[in-house]
């Protein structure tokens, strides 16, 4: 079985420019997370899709930020115009089901660098 | 400030135990979890202990989780130069959203 894959593995943009990451779960996952590590710094939970729909995008730092998940398959989170202060990795993680630990299968994430 | 809290290094000789510490704020968390992540790789879940439970041994992992002071600890025994991570920490809520703590770096040393 194929795992969680991300592309593109590394990304340096200018600052204005757009970048769009892109993430394919596990075949059969409904939930799909998105994640972020910036600097070293605790990795912080930007969104949530079930299926197609955003359960929660509590975690999205502004609207410069947009994600999709058209078909409820594989994912986009397109940054535009990207800041300086978007650098990081960027993680995607996708689970079956919620109940019984809800484990959360990682990509090796997208590392964002903007200049 | 950060919500799960965790030291950010330890060093440790190779044969000897680890034990690597978590404070977390949210009394609600039904699961805490404990990520690794090697170089160049994405986390890899190593054990999750559901809230309700006060110790999970899984080979060479213990997890001991304190409710009233809302603390976690990760230990593993006869630590491997293959243990060398960053270890996470995370908590997480009812739809599965992860707070995580900065990470420990373990290196084992010879």
């Known amino acids: 079985e194929a795992g969680v894959t991300q592309f593109p593995s590394h990304s340096v943009i200018e600052k204005g420019q757009t970048v769009t990451l892109r993430c394919d779960p596990i075949s059969g996952h409904d939930n799909l997370y998105w994640y972020r590590r910036v600097m070293g710094k605790e990795i912080k939970f930007l969104l949530h899709f079930v299926k197609e729909s955003k359960q929660d995008e509590s975690g999205m730092p502004n609207n410069r930020f947009l994600a999709e998940r058209t078909g409820g398959t594989y994912s986009t989170l397109k940054v535009q115009p990207a800041e300086l202060e978007d650098s990081g990795v960027y993680f995607c993680?996708?689970?079956?089901?919620?109940?019984?630990?809800?484990?959360?299968?990682f990509g090796p994430g997208t590392r964002l660098t903007v200049l | 400030g950060e919500d799960v809290e965790q030291s950010l290094f330890l060093s440790v000789r190779e044969g000897d135990s680890s034990v690597i510490n978590c404070t977390y704020t949210d009394s609600s968390s039904t699961y805490l979890y404990w990520y690794k992540q090697e170089p160049g790789a994405g986390l890899q879940l190593l054990t999750y202990i559901f809230s309700n439970m006060d110790m999970k041994q899984d080979q060479r992992l213990t997890v001991l989780l304190n409710k009233k002071d809302k603390h976690l600890s990760l230990r593993i025994a006869d630590t491997q130069t293959g243990d060398s991570a960053i270890y996470f920490c995370a908590e997480s809520d009812s739809w599965g959203k992860l707070q995580f703590g900065a990470g420990t770096q373990v290196v084992v040393t010879p």
């Open positions: 993680a996708s689970s079956q089901e919620l109940a019984g630990g809800n484990e959360q299968f």
